[in-house]
DNA sequence: ATTAAGTCTATAATATTGATAGACTTTGCT
DNA sequence: AGCAAAGTCTATCAATATTATAGACTTAAT
C-alpha cells in the first residue's frame, strides 16, 4: 500500500509552492536544492503535474513553476491520482482505473475494499495544499513547545 | 496504493478455508482450482502464512491446510501485513516496517499520510475472515433479490 | 513400498520505479 | 542580434519488486 517517492517528492515540491504561493515563479533548480529532490526526476514530476493542469509553468528566463489554483483548491487525491494513478487498493473499486470482473457483484473481498479505498479517499480527497501548509504551522509551534497529541 | 496480487489470492485462499472451516485439511490444488489460482506461486503463499501462523499445515497424504486460528480471530490487516510488509504508505507511519527520518517531527507530508494509515487500518484490522465470510452470504442474498445499496 | 501431500531452493520473466542524459524551445535582458 | 536561463521532450537505463515456475526433497497414511 505504498505510496511511490514520486508522489512523495510531488507532494513536497507542491507544498513548498504552497507556501510560497504569493511570490510568483519558482525554478525547480530551488525546490530541488531546498527539499533535497533529485533535480532531473522533479523535473519530470513537475511537468506531469503541469499537464494535469496542478501547476502553471513560465518559460524562458525568470521562468519557473507556480500553482495553477490556489492551494485550498488543489487536493491531495487529485495530485496522487496523477502521477500514481488510483487511491483504491484494487481495480475493480478505482474511480480512474475501474476494470471489470465477472465476480464483481458478489465478491467479499471487494467490498471491503472498497470501505478501505473510500477511508483512504476520504482522508485524501478533502486535505488540500492549504490544509497541508496549515499543518506546517501548527507541527512547528508543538514542536517548540514540545506539545502534541502524540 | 495497490494490493499486490500475491496478497489478493492470498485472502481468497484464506476465505475458501474460512468457509469450510469445519472441514479440516484442504488441499493446495483444490484450492487453485475452485479459485482460479496458480497453483505453484499460491503454494508459496500459503507457505508464509503458515511460517507467520495463520495457517495450520498437514504433511503427507490427506494432508492439506486449515486456519490456524477461528475466523474470528484473524484480520485481514495480519494477512496484508504477512505478504505486503505494510498498511502504511510511507515507512516513517508504518508499525512493522518503521524507519525514521530526520525530519520526521515538523513533517506535514508524513502527519496527513498518519491519518491515512490509520483509516486503512482502521478498516482492515478490524474486519476477520469472519466477517468476510458473512459478506459473501449477504452479498448473495442481495444479488438475490436484485436489491442492495450500490 | 507407494503415493499423495507439503517444503525448500533456485531461478526466470516481466513490470514498475526511480533516475539521468541531452537536444530543443521559449523568453528576458542587454 | 545574441546570450543565458528557464522549462520541454524523447529516449533510455539501472535497480528493484512482482509474479510466477521447476524440480528435488520430506513427511505420513495405507
Redesign the pocket.
Known sequence: M????????ALRALLYLSLRHERG???????SAEEK????????I??SL??AGI?H?????????SLARPPEQITLGEVIRVL??TLAPMSCVSRVEYESCPEEIGCAVRSVMQDVRNAIARVLDETTLADLSKRVVLLRKSQVRGAGVS
Request: proline share 3%; net charge positive; no cysteine.
Open positions: 505504498k505510496l511511490s517517492k514520486k508522489t512523495d517528492y515563479s519558482v525554478q525547480i533548480k530551488e525546490i529532490l533529485p533535480t532531473k526526476f522533479l523535473e519530470s513537475l511537468l503541469r499537464k501547476l509553468s513560465k518559460l524562458g528566463l525568470n521562468g519557473g513553476y500514481d494513478g
